[in-house]
């Protein structure tokens, strides 16, 4: 009776997407099925709450253990998708193909190596974006304040940075001509602290979020690709566990 009461609360929450309020009864009912189909089932509830709450190591670790620990299809292929996922979520795009390509090849559960056969032609046609490096666009802004922003595609804050850059290096060169040096020195100070520095930070911030802007996209891309109802699948197979 509490098992059947933990599993429906852990379905409700899950599909609510109460993913930290759910984890709870997907752990009891993991504890009391370790190494049979219900403890499979909990597992990948586990996983599925781990994988949308963003965590995306501790899911890829769940992943892995799962898919070798699993004694049921259905845990496998489910391990196996996901951790698909996780690849694909943080870039790591060859190694989520080799998955996937697997996944369509030898899942059993039909849901999933249907799912994995259609990602696997939305990846060869869809256009893989070219991120740029973080690190360089700091480099860059280093040398010239706004080149980094312009190398990661911010052409507006490049053009901001350089202008108060020079701005302030030209008040600081007419001011000290002109003996007042107070009112350079507080100037230098402020354009190579403030302004200076500010501008490689943002050469990595306008950088990374661009990178993640183009990742975002193409990972919902390969959303849109995707029928599989995960909460539904617990579902059947809580059914099919109960029968």
């Known amino acids: ?7 429906f609360i852990a379905l409700c ?7 930290e309020k759910a984890s709870s009864p997907w752990q009891k009912l993991y504890s009391l099925g370790l190494g049979g189909k219900l403890g499979d089932l909990a597992g990948v509830g586990i996983l ?9 190591a501790a899911a890829e670790d769940l992943a892995k253990r799962l898919s ?10 489910m391990a196996g998708y996901l951790l698909a996922w996780c690849y694909l979520a943080t870039g790591r795009l060859p190694e989520a193909k080799q998955r996937i390509a697997r ?16 990602l696997q032609s939305a ?11 973080e690190r360089t666009a700091m480099m860059l802004s280093r ?23 020079y701005f302030a290096m030209r008040q600081t060169v007419e001011w000290w001509s002109n003996g007042f ?34 990742r975002n996209a193409f990972l919902s891309s390969l959303e849109a690709s995707q029928t599989l109802d995960l909460v539904g699948l617990l579902l059947t197979e809580a059914a099919a566990v109960h029968e």
């Open 123 to 133: 990846l060869d046609n869809t256009p893989v974006p070219r991120l740029r490096s």
């Open 13 to 19: 929450l899950t599909g609510l997407g109460e993913f």
């Open 143 to 165: 040398r010239l304040p706004g080149a980094g922003q312009l190398y990661g595609g911010d052409a507006p804050s490049a053009l901001k940075s350089l202008a108060v850059n």
């Open 181 to 214: 040096y107070l009112g350079a020195a507080f100037v230098a100070w402020q354009g190579s602290w403030r302004f200076y520095r500010g501008n490689i930070y943002n050469a990595w911030k306008s950088t990374s979020d661009s990178n993640a802007g183009h």
């Open 1 to 7: 009776a509490h098992a059947n009461s933990d599993l």
């Open 68 to 77: 070798s620990a699993s004694s049921s299809a259905f845990g496998k292929d």
């Open 103 to 118: 996944l369509a090849a030898n899942a059993t559960t039909a849901a999933v190596a249907a799912n994995a056969s259609v």
């Open 48 to 56: 599925i709450n781990t994988f949308y709450s963003e965590d995306y």
